[in-house]
Protein backbone atom coordinates (compact mmCIF):
# COMPACT_ATOMS: atom_id res chain seq x y z
CA UNK A 1 0.00 0.00 0.00
CA UNK A 2 1.15 3.26 -1.00
CA UNK A 3 -0.69 5.71 1.45
CA UNK A 4 -2.11 6.58 4.54
CA UNK A 5 -5.10 7.73 2.38
CA UNK A 6 -5.25 4.31 0.50
CA UNK A 7 -5.33 2.12 3.95
CA UNK A 8 -8.51 4.72 4.86
CA UNK A 9 -10.42 3.82 1.53
CA UNK A 10 -10.01 0.31 1.90
CA UNK A 11 -11.04 0.33 5.57
CA UNK A 12 -14.22 2.58 4.75
CA UNK A 13 -15.00 0.23 1.95
CA UNK A 14 -14.75 -3.08 4.04
CA UNK A 15 -16.06 -1.58 6.87
CA UNK A 16 -19.20 -0.14 5.61
CA UNK A 17 -21.12 -3.61 5.98
CA UNK A 18 -20.59 -3.46 10.17
CA UNK A 19 -21.18 0.20 9.88
CA UNK A 20 -23.47 2.13 11.86
CA UNK A 21 -24.99 5.47 10.77
CA UNK A 22 -23.60 8.30 9.31
CA UNK A 23 -21.60 6.33 6.59
CA UNK A 24 -17.87 5.43 7.63
CA UNK A 25 -15.69 7.87 4.50
CA UNK A 26 -14.14 10.38 6.06
CA UNK A 27 -14.60 9.32 9.71
CA UNK A 28 -13.70 7.42 12.43
CA UNK A 29 -16.28 4.55 11.47
CA UNK A 30 -18.74 3.96 14.13
CA UNK A 31 -19.32 -0.03 14.10
CA UNK A 32 -21.33 -2.45 15.14
CA UNK A 33 -19.95 -4.60 18.35
CA UNK A 34 -17.84 -0.79 19.75
CA UNK A 35 -19.91 -1.29 22.33
CA UNK A 36 -18.10 -4.94 23.38
CA UNK A 37 -14.83 -3.74 22.45
CA UNK A 38 -15.36 -0.67 24.72
CA UNK A 39 -16.41 -2.85 27.44
CA UNK A 40 -12.91 -4.59 27.49
CA UNK A 41 -11.74 -1.20 28.80
CA UNK A 42 -12.32 -3.12 32.17
CA UNK A 43 -10.35 -6.40 31.37
CA UNK A 44 -7.19 -4.38 31.64
CA UNK A 45 -5.31 -3.86 34.83
CA UNK A 46 -4.37 -0.32 34.23
CA UNK A 47 -7.61 0.75 33.65
CA UNK A 48 -9.01 -0.19 37.24
CA UNK A 49 -6.01 1.21 38.62
CA UNK A 50 -6.73 4.29 36.42
CA UNK A 51 -7.91 7.57 38.28
CA UNK A 52 -8.45 9.51 34.83
CA UNK A 53 -9.29 8.47 31.34
CA UNK A 54 -8.75 10.62 28.21
CA UNK A 55 -11.12 10.08 25.65
CA UNK A 56 -11.36 11.26 22.26
CA UNK A 57 -14.84 12.59 20.85
CA UNK A 58 -15.44 9.83 18.47
CA UNK A 59 -18.84 7.56 18.33
CA UNK A 60 -17.31 4.22 18.57
CA UNK A 61 -15.72 5.64 22.02
CA UNK A 62 -19.56 6.23 23.30
CA UNK A 63 -19.81 3.59 25.75
CA UNK A 64 -16.49 4.15 26.94
CA UNK A 65 -17.04 7.50 28.24
CA UNK A 66 -20.03 5.95 29.70
CA UNK A 67 -17.81 3.26 31.98
CA UNK A 68 -15.54 5.86 32.71
CA UNK A 69 -17.99 7.53 34.67
CA UNK A 70 -19.74 4.34 35.82
CA UNK A 71 -16.82 3.40 37.71
CA UNK A 72 -16.30 6.74 38.83
CA UNK A 73 -13.29 8.18 37.47
CA UNK A 74 -12.42 11.35 35.56
CA UNK A 75 -12.97 11.85 32.10
CA UNK A 76 -10.75 14.11 30.36
CA UNK A 77 -12.42 15.07 26.84
CA UNK A 78 -11.26 17.27 23.97
CA UNK A 79 -14.22 18.63 22.04
CA UNK A 80 -14.49 18.30 18.25
CA UNK A 81 -11.81 19.93 16.22
CA UNK A 82 -9.36 20.38 19.56
CA UNK A 83 -11.44 23.17 20.09
CA UNK A 84 -10.88 22.95 24.11
CA UNK A 85 -10.62 20.46 26.86
CA UNK A 86 -13.89 19.07 29.18
CA UNK A 87 -13.26 17.32 32.98
CA UNK A 88 -16.50 15.26 33.55
CA UNK A 89 -17.31 13.42 37.03
CA UNK A 90 -20.36 12.78 36.81
CA UNK A 91 -23.72 12.67 34.78
CA UNK A 92 -23.35 11.28 31.16
CA UNK A 93 -20.91 11.81 28.12
CA UNK A 94 -21.79 9.52 25.81
CA UNK A 95 -22.45 12.17 23.32
CA UNK A 96 -20.84 15.11 22.27
CA UNK A 97 -24.37 16.65 23.44
CA UNK A 98 -24.23 15.10 26.61
CA UNK A 99 -20.42 15.99 27.19
CA UNK A 100 -20.57 19.54 26.58
CA UNK A 101 -23.66 19.64 29.15
CA UNK A 102 -21.94 17.55 32.33
CA UNK A 103 -18.40 19.15 31.44
CA UNK A 104 -16.58 21.79 32.64
CA UNK A 105 -14.24 23.70 30.32
CA UNK A 106 -10.44 23.53 31.66
CA UNK A 107 -7.15 25.12 30.31
CA UNK A 108 -4.45 22.35 30.44
CA UNK A 109 -1.90 24.59 32.56
CA UNK A 110 -4.11 24.79 35.45
CA UNK A 111 -5.52 21.21 34.85
CA UNK A 112 -4.10 19.09 38.41
CA UNK A 113 -5.05 15.40 36.85
CA UNK A 114 -2.80 12.45 35.63
CA UNK A 115 -4.25 10.70 32.91
CA UNK A 116 -3.69 6.72 32.91
CA UNK A 117 -5.68 5.61 29.81
CA UNK A 118 -5.21 7.71 26.94
CA UNK A 119 -8.40 6.18 24.07
CA UNK A 120 -8.90 6.96 21.01
CA UNK A 121 -10.89 5.77 17.49
CA UNK A 122 -8.84 4.60 14.24
CA UNK A 123 -9.45 4.59 10.71
CA UNK A 124 -6.68 1.64 10.40
CA UNK A 125 -4.45 -0.05 13.31
CA UNK A 126 -1.37 -2.53 12.29
CA UNK A 127 0.17 -5.41 15.06
CA UNK A 128 2.72 -2.70 15.56
CA UNK A 129 0.88 -0.69 17.07
CA UNK A 130 0.74 2.25 13.95
CA UNK A 131 -2.57 3.74 13.90
CA UNK A 132 -4.23 6.26 10.85
CA UNK A 133 -6.83 8.36 11.79
CA UNK A 134 -8.85 10.08 9.33
CA UNK A 135 -6.39 12.29 8.01
CA UNK A 136 -6.95 15.70 10.42
CA UNK A 137 -3.84 14.54 12.91
CA UNK A 138 -5.84 15.50 15.84
CA UNK A 139 -5.28 12.22 17.78
CA UNK A 140 -1.71 12.47 17.39
CA UNK A 141 -1.77 16.05 18.46
CA UNK A 142 -3.89 15.39 21.51
CA UNK A 143 -1.60 12.78 22.74
CA UNK A 144 1.61 14.93 22.50
CA UNK A 145 -0.07 18.11 24.28
CA UNK A 146 -0.97 16.37 26.70
CA UNK A 147 2.01 15.03 27.51
CA UNK A 148 4.08 17.80 26.69
CA UNK A 149 1.89 19.42 29.26
CA UNK A 150 2.60 16.56 31.98
CA UNK A 151 -1.10 15.50 32.28
CA UNK A 152 -0.30 11.75 30.33
CA UNK A 153 1.26 9.78 33.21
CA UNK A 154 4.91 8.36 33.12
CA UNK A 155 3.19 4.71 31.95
CA UNK A 156 0.01 5.79 30.45
CA UNK A 157 -1.31 3.43 28.71
CA UNK A 158 -2.55 4.13 24.69
CA UNK A 159 -5.55 2.46 23.99
CA UNK A 160 -7.56 2.21 20.41
CA UNK A 161 -11.04 0.88 19.55
CA UNK A 162 -11.47 -1.31 16.20
CA UNK A 163 -13.30 -3.52 14.78
CA UNK A 164 -11.19 -6.68 13.13
CA UNK A 165 -11.62 -5.78 10.04
CA UNK A 166 -9.57 -2.02 10.52
CA UNK A 167 -6.40 -4.06 11.62
CA UNK A 168 -3.35 -5.03 9.65
CA UNK A 169 -0.25 -6.51 10.14
CA UNK A 170 2.14 -3.64 8.97
CA UNK A 171 2.34 -0.35 7.90
CA UNK A 172 5.59 1.10 9.43
CA UNK A 173 6.70 2.46 6.20
CA UNK A 174 4.19 4.99 6.23
CA UNK A 175 4.70 6.15 9.62
CA UNK A 176 6.65 9.38 10.50
CA UNK A 177 8.13 11.16 13.30
CA UNK A 178 4.44 12.74 14.68
CA UNK A 179 3.09 9.50 14.63
CA UNK A 180 2.55 7.82 18.07
CA UNK A 181 2.18 4.10 18.39
CA UNK A 182 -0.64 2.66 20.56
CA UNK A 183 0.10 0.13 23.38
CA UNK A 184 -3.52 -2.02 22.95
CA UNK A 185 -6.17 -2.57 20.52
CA UNK A 186 -9.65 -3.46 21.83
CA UNK A 187 -11.93 -5.39 19.52
CA UNK A 188 -15.56 -6.72 20.17
CA UNK A 189 -13.93 -9.97 20.78
CA UNK A 190 -10.39 -9.46 21.61
CA UNK A 191 -7.60 -7.36 23.62
CA UNK A 192 -4.45 -7.45 21.46
CA UNK A 193 -1.62 -6.11 23.39
CA UNK A 194 1.21 -4.78 20.89
CA UNK A 195 4.51 -6.39 20.99
CA UNK A 196 6.93 -5.11 23.49
CA UNK A 197 4.48 -3.12 25.77
CA UNK A 198 3.49 -6.07 27.49
Not at 35 to 42: F, G, N, T
Given at each position: MRSKQEIREIVWKRIEKFSRFPPPYGRIPNFIGA????????ELEEYKRAKAVFS???SPLRRAREIVLEDSKTLLAVKPKMKGFLVIE???AGTIKEMMRWGRDVGLDDLNIRVDIFLQGCVAVDRKGNRIGKGSGFGDKEFLILKEKGILSDDCLYVVIAHPVQIFDDFDHL???HDVRVDVILT???VIWIEGNT
Open positions: ERACERLRAPDRGRMGEPDD
